[in-house]
T-cell receptor
């Protein structure tokens, strides 16, 4: 049973702070993804990674960066948090690149930037 | 890049009736179309998917149809039950790599 966990369910930060969101999966998946979820906008891809130390920009990468030092862990970094980054952040993983495989999501982190 | 439009944004049906959610996509190269269900306070979970070499796929009370010519696909839920109440997301991708999601449909089943 795939398990994707995220470091926090709720997080409150101040404008300008550096914010780290962590995601860990325990099923040796190669692919990992970061999305933000906003009402009426669906799930929008921020960054994704197919391998350790590899990253690719998604559809809305501005203001974010990522790190993948280990296969099981994918971190999302807000270098200088802004109020428009208040959102629900969802991490996901899937087995392998190039396969039609399911994305397994974490529980989400609701981030509020004041 | 790919763009996915999903309609309606909200849908309310009587228990036992059918519900249909429709999505259109822009990139004719897309070949994989999953549907995810997100119950209140829970994470999204895959409920059904279809590849472009198939026109229809069923799994008990849910079915997905795909019209490649028109570039649209639909989710059909029959005999709806209270536990079907959730937000549903369609998505499209080429090769199941990067998914592009629709805006979501909030489905409410009225008893």
């Amino acid at each position: 049973d795939v398990k994707v966990t995220q470091s926090s369910r709720y997080l409150v930060k101040r404008t300008g702070e550096k914010v780290f969101l962590e995601c860990v999966q325990d099923m040796d998946h190669e692919n990992m993804f970061w999305y933000r979820q906003d009402p009426g906008l669906g799930l929008r891809l921020i960054y994704f990674s197919y391998d350790v130390k590899m990253k690719e920009k998604g559809d809305i990468p501005e203001g974010y960066s990522v790190s993948r030092e280990k296969k099981e862990r994918f971190s999302l970094i807000l270098e200088s948090a802004s109020t428009n980054q208040t959102s629900m952040y969802l991490c996901a993983s899937s087995l392998r690149r190039g396969l039609y495989n399911e994305q397994f999501f974490g529980p989400g982190t609701r981030l509020t930037v004041l | 890049g790919e763009n996915v439009e999903q309609h309606p944004s909200t849908l309310s049906v009587q228990e036992g009736d059918s519900a249909v959610i429709k999505c259109t996509y822009s990139d004719s190269a897309s070949n994989y179309f999953p549907w995810y269900k997100q119950e209140l306070g829970k994470r999204p979970q895959l409920i059904i998917d279809i590849r472009s070499n198939v026109g229809e796929k069923k799994d008990q009370r849910i079915a997905v149809t795909l019209n490649k010519t028109a570039k649209h696909f639909s989710l059909h839920i029959t005999e709806t039950q209270p536990e079907d109440s959730a937000v549903y997301f369609c998505a499209a991708s080429m090769g199941a790599q990067k998914l592009v999601f629709g805006q979501g449909t909030r489905l409410t089943i009225n008893p």
